[in-house]
């Protein structure tokens, strides 16, 4: 209720400008507050010195509202009263008790189409807060002016700022739009308001009212309401006498506790109760907008309706506010006759659906409260989620029509959610939901059906569809009959047909519950041919064989024939089948003789060129052949790959090199001297050259050995081969030592070439030729904590792998003193491994077993050439340790993230010589 300009042009035409410039006490009116002597200093009677001696004049006079104080004085026409109820709240109501023509209130806009009207009793209220105006406020001679020009209203509103209520009677062009509303444009009261006060100029605007605003104790409230005020869509607002029903023309409807407005954009409308013809008994909200052109007419090229329906409406309801929006008006003539696209061709039509449409119960799930203009406990709903029709003009897209959408039962069955349309393709709607019928002898079933409305100029199509197991399920909705059909498919061969009469009770379900359906001839059905045929007969002679139409008797008979004939044919498939089978085994076998042959053929062939050039290569004196037999390399068939010792070029050692692999992978080299071009070429190109090693590989995967080898593939060789193999690490993508060794029983416990025989040499020498499988058992790549090593080389090895299982440590045993003489670890199998060194007699110098759950994911070691000092710490941050002198170094193993301390191996004498510590999971 804010007109975007401020009332000063009225003011002026009203009163003279004229400054409060003195307090008032003499008369025992309360302290005004300064801001409020400002706002009512830009008002004057028709002398500057009126306004001072309204106020000067004041005395207080009855009233009650829970006021603190209520004032008024008197000068021939203008009445001046002033009302506090507390600090915060001051009003000054300036009444001008007479007839003036329409000042230069708004913009230009507004004032262009309401010039010529004439007020009767304007009151411009100037407060401090928002402020209502009740009867039992009003002094004898206000409640007479607004029982005279008010309608005798019980209550005016006025909001924070200037605001100016009058009772109008509208003239000019805007006067023709009113009444073609159907209004008579001299029974409305204005309400027209600005939360600014009034500057002193009509330039001042917005500075003006913030710097009033910072004087009022609650200026922050003053402030917003002057934001509020500047906004495009202020508007003006006219209301009827209470209890006041106004027929309206277009379209036509009666409204009840009316509201009209104009706003600065010039958009006029209208809310309010509703009722439509034919629907007395159903009350609607219903808010109405459309433009107004410069000359006041409106426009109705574009407008838009929303309505809120009662809970329980049906869509023959729609269809009357439908019919409702037809309108002779010329404007919309070329739309097809009203508010709704085409609506003049079928209407008719919508009509004699009626019956049919009031089988849709529309419910809307949130109806609106009810409303009472005046009556501050039911104001008017301005939340969308109450309003479920919407219309909109032809500048929409495919306007104008109707829409609404809501929660349906249909014919006794709940239909989820609706929405419907009306426009120039008429009345449609449809949605879709589960449903539970009985079908026939199928018993109760449930399955989507489509619920569809469709009513436009000669068509009227209503009613529901869908599937079941191949079969078409419809309903049909006619003037006053409902149809149902159900059509026999291949693979239930009965059809049901039925109709009743529409009634307001009518439930689809109870239909179909009083129909079995009738068996057709599966042979009359489209498509229904061979085994599916033969099923269909099956059908009808057993399971619906209590049905009527086509018979049991005479599906046995067709099913008869249909063995005859299959019979038959079968002893005729089967003798030419075994022909067939035996000339094509014969083909068979010899195809896969002739492959075999050709494989057989092909190996032999690469064989023997791969054995020539072994032959070459190794009586080859080159200073790579050399080398690689000086590093106890050996080729196959020729020799044995010997022990893998380092040898004086790592390039050639047993695990980094090997010929028969290298000519494999890479065949451009054959011909070449294999062992010549991995020395000076193939190295240094990142190629692999044996299955166990690929230095790039080796180099990338262990953290500790890029730092320590920074760019150098020759150095994370010469460790894998001093440290690598010993702790089990993984060379190469293709190969994991530790796994062959826990995949096969008969492989030596140990890892370090040093111990005769080990693991990687029984692969070498064994495992590789006879296809054993030597592969990873996992190819993660997540960062982890690969196996180290602490201690020195002496004593004999040892590996728990046997007591461990797989598992991790929970425990251990240990002798300690100036270094560990012995130690026995508890793995989660439940078994102690061996003792290593010189464990002693029990009781030990320290049993440690965890508590279950637990388990050890750090090792601090002190260690030099033999192990001097050990403490174990558990996922819980528990340690236990160190036990131990110290001597050696000290060092920190951590497992990977998320894992455990895994089977222990190491070297002992009659002391801890050595361990090999690793996680669970990757190696």
């Given amino acids: 209720m804010i007109v975007r300009k401020c009332l000063f042009k009225a003011c002026c035409m009203l009163l003279l400008a004229l400054a409060v410039q003195a307090p008032v006490h003499a008369n025992g009116v309360p302290d005004i507050k300064p801001a409020l002597k400002k706002m009512l200093g830009s008002l004057a009677t028709e002398t500057k010195q009126d306004l001072q001696k309204l106020v000067g004049a004041l005395r207080e006079t009855q009233c009650g509202g829970g006021l603190k104080g209520c004032y008024a004085a008197k000068l021939d026409a203008v009445q001046l009263y002033f009302y506090t109820s507390n600090n915060l709240q001051q009003t000054f109501i300036v009444v001008i008790d007479k007839d003036i023509p329409m000042p230069k209130l708004f913009s230009s806009k507004i004032q262009s189409v309401l010039g010529q009207s004439r007020l009767r009793s304007p009151m411009i209220s100037i407060s401090t807060s928002d402020f209502d105006l009740t009867a039992d406020r009003m002094p004898n001679d206000l409640k007479k002016i607004v029982n005279d020009s008010y309608f005798g209203v019980t209550s005016i509103p006025f909001s924070v700022g200037v605001q100016m209520a009058a009772r109008i009677n509208i003239g000019g062009e805007f006067k023709n739009t009113m009444e073609s509303f159907g209004i008579k ?12 006060p009034i500057p002193s100029d009509i330039t001042g605007g917005a500075g003006a009212a913030a710097g009033i605003a910072s004087d009022i104790a609650d ?147 949130r109806p609106a409260p009810e409303y009472r203009f005046g009556d501050k406990t039911k104001p008017w709903p301005d939340d969308n989620k109450y309003y479920n029709i919407v219309s909109y003009g032809p500048l929409a897209t495919g306007g104008p029509y109707m829409s609404q959408g809501s929660a349906v039962g249909f014919l006794g069955q ?114 229904c041919v061979g085994k599916e045929l033969e099923a269909a007969y099956r059908k009808v002679a057993g399971e619906f064989q209590n049905l009527g139409g086509y018979s049991a008797a005479m599906a046995n008979a067709e099913l008869k024939k249909i063995d005859d004939a299959a019979n038959l044919v079968k002893k005729q498939a089967e003798e030419a089948a075994n022909k067939v089978a035996a000339e094509s085994k014969k083909a068979a076998e010899d195809a896969a003789r002739a492959a075999e042959k050709a494989a057989e053929d092909a190996r032999r062939q690469y064989e023997n060129t791969k054995n020539a050039a072994r032959d070459v290569a190794n009586k080859s004196v080159s200073a790579a052949t050399n080398a690689f037999k000086d ?62 090693f690929n230095p790039i590989y080796y180099y990338h995967r262990y953290a500790d050995v890029s730092a320590q080898c920074p760019g150098s593939l020759l150095c994370a060789t010469q460790h894998w ?15 994991n030592v530790v796994d062959y060794m826990n995949r096969y029983a008969d492989v030596p416990r140990t890892l370090a070439p040093e111990d005769d025989p080990d693991a990687l040499e029984h692969w070498l020498t064994f495992g590789a030729d006879n296809g054993r499988d030597g592969s990873p058992n996992s190819k993660a790549s997540t960062p982890f904590s690969p196996p180290m090593r602490f201690g020195g080389r002496g004593g004999s090895p040892w590996n728990d792998a046997a007591q461990c299982q797989s598992s991790y440590v929970v425990g251990f045993r240990i002798r300690a003193n100036g270094r560990v003489d012995g130690i026995q670890f508890l793995y989660a199998s439940g078994q102690w491994g061996a003792p290593h060194g010189n464990l002693g007699n029990p009781p030990y110098t320290y049993e440690i077993v965890l508590p279950a759950g637990q388990y050890f994911t750090v090792a601090h070691i002190r260690s030099g050439d033999s192990v001097d000092a050990l403490g174990l710490i558990s996922n819980t941050g528990v340690g236990y340790g160190m036990f131990g002198g110290n001597g050696g170094t000290f060092a920190v193993y951590g497992v990977t993230a998320g894992e455990k301390l895994a089977c222990v191996t190491g070297r002992s004498a009659r002391n801890l010589d050595q361990f090999i510590f690793s996680s669970t999971g990757q190696r």
């Fill in 219 to 365: 200026g922050a409230t003053m402030t917003k309401a002057g934001v509020d005020a500047m906004k495009l869509e202020a508007f003006v607002e006219f209301q009827f006498a209470p209890g006041s029903r106004i027929p309206l023309l277009l379209p036509p409807v009666t409204l009840t506790d009316a509201t009209f407005f104009i706003n600065n954009n010039l958009t006029i409308g209208y809310k309010g109760n509703a009722s439509f013809q034919g629907l007395n008994d159903k009350k609607f909200l219903i808010q109405f907008q459309t433009p107004v052109q410069p000359t006041g007419a409106m426009d109705l090229a574009d407008f838009g309706y929303r309505i809120a329906t009662p809970a329980r409406f049906t869509m023959e309801d729609a269809a009357k506010i439908m019919i409702a929006m037809a309108t002779t008006d010329r404007r919309l003539t070329k739309y097809g006759g009203g508010f709704i696209g085409g609506i003049d061709k079928y209407k008719a039509d919508l009509l004699a659906a009626a019956k049919p449409l009031s089988m849709f119960q529309l419910d809307n799930p």
């Fill in 631 to 692: 590093a106890g390399n050996a080729f196959k068939r020729i020799g044995k790959k010997k022990k893998h010792k380092k040898g004086p070029d790592p390039k050639f050692a047993g695990s980094v090199f090997d010929w028969d692999y290298y000519y494999d992978h890479y065949p451009e080299f054959r011909g070449q001297d294999l062992a010549a071009h991995w020395r000076d070429k193939g190295f240094y190109e990142n190629r692999q050259g044996s299955l166990e």
């Fill in 185 to 196: 444009a001299d029974q409305m009261t204005m309400r027209s308001a600005v939360v600014l």
């Fill in 721 to 735: 081969l001093d440290y690598g193999i010993e702790m089990g690490r993984q060379g190469s993508a293709d190969f």
């Fill in 414 to 527: 709940k239909i989820s959610w609706m929405d419907y349309t009306a426009g120039y393709n008429g009345l449609s709607g449809s949605t879709g939901n589960n449903i539970t019928l009985k079908l026939g002898p199928l018993g109760k079933v449930t399955f989507r059906m489509e619920t569809f409305a469709k009513v436009n100029q000669g068509t009227q199509e209503i009613g529901m569809s869908g599937n079941f197991a191949g079969q078409k399920v419809e309903v049909m909705l006619g003037t006053s009959k409902m149809t149902i059909s159900v059509n026999a498919s291949c693979v239930n061969p009965f059809e049901i047909k039925a109709s009743a009469d529409i009634t307001p009770t009518l439930n689809i379900a109870d239909v179909f519950e009083g129909h079995g359906g009738v068996n057709v001839d599966p042979a009359s059905i489209t498509g």
